[in-house]
């Protein structure tokens, strides 16, 4: 499993476009990157997944490298209810054999 | 959108009880999970589970724990001795058929231990 280093903490303002930025620099050739939201208290939620390039959703976009040896999460303008953590987790999930594992992922604080 | 169901919210026990948290998974997904959040750490992968088995488990998961999914709806995660260290937010999740399909997951059991 390629591993993930992201910052501990960020900190922005309301109506900002926050990106988080995510190194996998050991990813496999068949892995995907996929992130994930948790508020206090609830379990984790999906937000968005890729495996190169750009992808964008309701939520957020998710740009990949060429490389893919990092990805940027950017949530467009933040509203304070976007303060959780946000998890990049990178490996191929296949059936039978998964062990999908979290880091220790970002504390997002959006500040009014 | 489909929901993981967790019961019960809230299970207090004594030191060396034995505790079951029951998880009722989205109904056409084939892989179930456990993890666990001690406060203020990060999620930690307990054990998945697919065809009836374990597929995966980690350190954590020793001997005292258990997974079961006794009738094809209920996905269970026992405790034979609890620790006070076992103290956390126990989180269920199951995902479907595909490579790379999305965790859902619910929205935990604190599980304190006395």
């Known amino acids: 499993l390629a591993k993930t280093t992201q910052p501990i903490s960020m900190d922005s303002y309301e109506g900002q476009e926050v990106n988080i930025t995510c190194s996998h620099n050991?990813?496999?050739?068949?892995?995907?990157i996929t992130w994930y939201q948790q508020f206090p208290s609830q379990g984790p939620r999906f937000i968005i997944q890729?495996?190169?390039t750009k992808v964008t959703n309701e939520v957020a976009s998710l740009f990949i490298p060429a490389d893919r040896k990092s990805s940027t999460l950017s949530l467009p303008r933040v509203s304070l209810s976007d303060t959780a953590v946000y998890y990049c987790?990178?490996?191929?999930?296949?059936?039978?054999?998964?062990?999908?594992?979290f880091g220790k992922g970002t504390r997002l604080h959006i500040l009014p | 959108e489909p929901e993981v169901t967790q019961t019960p919210s809230h299970q207090v026990t004594q030191m060396g009880q034995e505790v079951i948290l029951r998880c009722v998974p989205i109904?056409?997904?084939?892989?179930f999970y456990w993890y666990r959040q001690i406060l203020g750490q990060k999620v930690e992968f307990l054990v998945s589970?697919?065809?009836?088995?374990?597929?995966?488990k980690s350190e954590i998961f020793d001997d005292q724990f258990s997974v079961e999914r006794p009738d094809g709806s209920n996905f269970t995660l026992k405790i034979r001795s609890t620790k006070l260290e076992d103290s956390a937010m126990y989180f269920c999740?199951?995902?479907?058929?595909?490579?790379?399909?999305?965790?859902?997951f619910g929205s935990g059991t604190q599980l304190s231990v006395l």
């Open positions: 999740a199951s995902s479907g058929t595909g490579i790379n399909e999305k965790l859902f």
């Open positions: 987790l990178v490996g191929l999930r296949r059936g039978g054999d998964d062990k999908i594992i």
């Open positions: 050991n990813i496999a050739t068949n892995d995907y």
């Open positions: 109904s056409n997904h084939l892989y």
């Open positions: 589970f697919y065809n009836n088995e374990i597929s995966e």
């Open positions: 890729g495996y190169k």
